[in-house]
């Protein structure tokens, strides 16, 4: 589920659609969506009904659908943070996108993902090291989570 293709340290964007826009290209570059489109749509209909920036500076934007071939974790650390709603009382630097596909235990992925996020967002060390980690450094770190998700059956 944590691909290193996936990560993005230092990256250049200061508004929410550029960056949305970037992820969608990637994720069907990289054979995880079928359909940018629908995936789309979810990640939108997700905002509307709730803003998935979550304080701490972290947005999580997330969707299951059935354009998600499978689930992933797209992790984004921008250059500058920015303000990923205009009615968020602090700015984003840390973007975490999950996609899981509809199905079975879709439901349940999509809550554990989202759990161990954060649960491990909670702590000051954890975001601090994913603020000024290497890339390496971040996979790792990502890594564990992904471990504590599928119980080291990933892939």
Known sequence: MIDEKLIFTEFECTEKTSLLNFCYKQL????????????????????EIMPTSVGFGVAIPHGR?????RPFIVFIRTSQPFFWNKDDAEKSDLIFMIGVPE???AGNMHLRILSSISKKLMHDEFR?????????EVYQLLNEIDQ????????
């Open 148 to 155: 504590t998700i599928t119980g080291g059956c990933n892939k």
């Open 65 to 69: 659908c059935k354009a998600v071939k």
């Open 28 to 47: 069907k570059k990289l054979e995880y969506l079928s359909d940018i489109s629908e995936f789309e749509n979810e990640i939108k209909a997700r905002e």
């Open 128 to 136: 601090t090291a994913l603020r000024n980690g290497t890339d390496k």
């Open 103 to 105: 199905g079975d235990d």
